[in-house]
């Protein structure tokens, strides 16, 4: 095995790794096409200039990379970054995973610029895209993103609903002082867009660590202050969809409301995803800096070495029934963006 280079990745640490029976494996990636980020949210990360990864894998390892993955059992695949609409050939790389015949091929992205991006990213087969909308408010919007313009994104979120994605949701992060008093406005936006609205729990990850602990607003107070508008039910997931549970609207079910609750609560047990980061680090978990190199094996073309290199990564795995995931210390030195969050 390859050594990893610290402080980026490290890997074998004590973690509590499952003992009796392994856990199935891996059936979701996230994949970071770059760390690079044009904004840098509050939480995220602390300035434009925290420093990047040096080496990515280039189109040959990529695609090396993306054969192992599938031929190792994944099936649904999240493209992230950093903001993967800065990789020069993030369409490509989308038609390319679309060619393996995946199930689920969905996109996170700040959509600074998805205006010109949606509709190339759907015809090569993207079906699902998800935005980050932190607030309406042009000036909080960019108080809180360190810069962004709120009226791009917006019309990056028109313009994937013009593209005929299956399905568009946005992501808020919500922090208390800064945009907990939007969050109607926010369901009143986008249920008017045919866009699914989720709050996020502030996580304790890199920078959301250094965050005060009063920030974070959990999803039961969220709930509370969207009460007039949600059913009174429990919040369901929807199968293979990630740890988001979602609560219908009173005034139409069909429509509905997404928290996630990476805080207050933890997902770890029913688990599948494997993240892969930009330089080629395959991560089974997003609060650790445990992860097995595979650049070198993707950049000479060892589909069946990045296998191997996935299972090796999938032992590291916590055991999903005592690991408490983002509320771990260890998830305090992860950076969401060189991770792809
Ligand atoms: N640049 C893209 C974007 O803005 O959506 C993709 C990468 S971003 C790291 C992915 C998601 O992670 C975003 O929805 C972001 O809000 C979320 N995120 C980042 N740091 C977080 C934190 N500390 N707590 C909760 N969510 C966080």
């Given at each position: 095995?390859?050594?990893?280079?610290?402080?980026?990745?490290?890997?074998?640490?004590?973690?509590?790794?499952?003992?009796?029976?392994?856990?199935?494996?891996?059936?979701?990636?996230?994949?970071?096409?770059?760390?690079?980020?044009?904004?840098?949210?509050?939480?995220?990360?602390?300035?434009?200039?925290?420093?990047?990864?040096?080496?990515?894998?280039?189109?040959?390892?990529?695609?090396?990379?993306?054969?192992?993955?599938?031929?190792?059992?994944?099936?649904?695949?999240?493209?992230?970054?950093?903001?993967?609409?800065?990789?020069?050939?993030?369409?490509?790389?989308?038609?390319?995973?679309?060619?393996?015949?995946?199930?689920?091929?969905?996109?996170?992205?700040?959509?600074?610029?998805?205006?010109?991006?949606?509709?190339?990213?759907?015809?090569?087969?993207?079906?699902?895209?998800?935005?980050?909308v932190?607030?309406l408010v042009?000036?909080?919007?960019?108080?809180?993103?360190?810069?962004?313009?709120?009226?791009?994104?917006?019309?990056?979120?028109?313009?994937?609903?013009?593209?005929?994605?299956?399905?568009?949701?946005s992501?808020t992060?919500?922090?208390?002082?800064?945009?907990?008093d939007e969050l109607a406005d926010i369901v009143a936006w986008a249920c008017a867009r045919g866009v699914v609205p989720?709050f996020?729990?502030?996580?304790?990850?890199?920078?959301?660590?250094?965050?005060?602990?009063?920030?974070?607003?959990?999803?039961?107070?969220?709930?509370?202050r969207l009460?007039h508008l949600l059913?009174?039910?429990?919040?369901?997931?929807?199968?293979?969809?990630?740890?988001?549970?979602?609560?219908?609207l009173r005034s139409d079910?069909?429509l509905r409301v997404?928290?996630?609750?990476?805080?207050?609560?933890?997902?770890?047990?029913?688990?599948?995803?494997?993240?892969?980061?930009?330089?080629?680090?395959?991560?089974?978990?997003?609060?650790?800096?445990?992860?097995?190199?595979?650049?070198?094996?993707?950049?000479?073309?060892?589909?069946?070495?990045?296998?191997?290199?996935?299972?090796?990564?999938?032992?590291?795995?916590?055991?999903?029934?005592?690991?408490?995931?983002?509320?771990?210390?260890?998830?305090?030195?992860?950076?969401?963006?060189?991770?792809?969050?």
């Open positions: 095995m390859i050594a990893a280079s610290p402080p980026q990745h490290s890997r074998g640490r004590s973690l509590p790794l499952a003992e009796a029976a392994p856990r199935a494996a891996a059936r979701t990636v996230r994949i970071s096409l770059t760390d690079r980020c044009d904004l840098a949210c509050l939480y995220c990360r602390p300035s434009r200039s925290d420093g990047y990864l040096e080496k990515r894998l280039d189109d040959n390892a990529w695609h090396t990379m993306a054969r192992a993955l599938v031929q190792s059992g994944v099936r649904r695949v999240r493209i992230t970054g950093g903001e993967p609409l800065l990789h020069p050939r993030v369409v490509e790389r989308v038609a390319f995973i679309a060619s393996l015949g995946v199930e689920d091929l969905a996109l996170t992205t700040n959509a600074t610029r998805l205006l010109a991006l949606a509709r190339p990213l759907r015809v090569a087969g993207l079906h699902r895209i998800t935005v980050s932190d607030s042009a000036e909080r919007f960019e108080r809180i993103t360190r810069g962004g313009q709120l009226a791009a994104v917006l019309d990056g979120v028109d313009a994937a609903r013009e593209a005929g994605f299956a399905e568009v949701k992501n992060v919500v922090l208390r002082g800064e945009n907990d989720r996020i729990e502030l996580m304790r990850v890199g920078e959301g660590a250094r965050l005060p602990a009063e920030a974070l607003v959990g999803a039961s107070e969220m709930r509370q009460a059913a009174d039910e429990a919040g369901v997931p929807d199968p293979d969809r990630g740890p988001a549970r979602y609560v219908p079910p069909k997404g928290f996630i609750t990476g805080s207050t609560d933890t997902f770890c047990a029913s688990c599948d995803r494997l993240r892969v980061a930009s330089d080629g680090v395959l991560r089974p978990c997003l609060a650790t800096n445990d992860g097995v190199p595979a650049m070198s094996l993707a950049r000479s073309g060892d589909v069946n070495g990045i296998v191997g290199a996935i299972a090796d990564a999938w032992a590291l795995k916590p055991a999903g029934d005592t690991w408490k995931g983002c509320t771990e210390s260890s998830a305090a030195d992860v950076s969401m963006r060189a991770i792809g969050g």
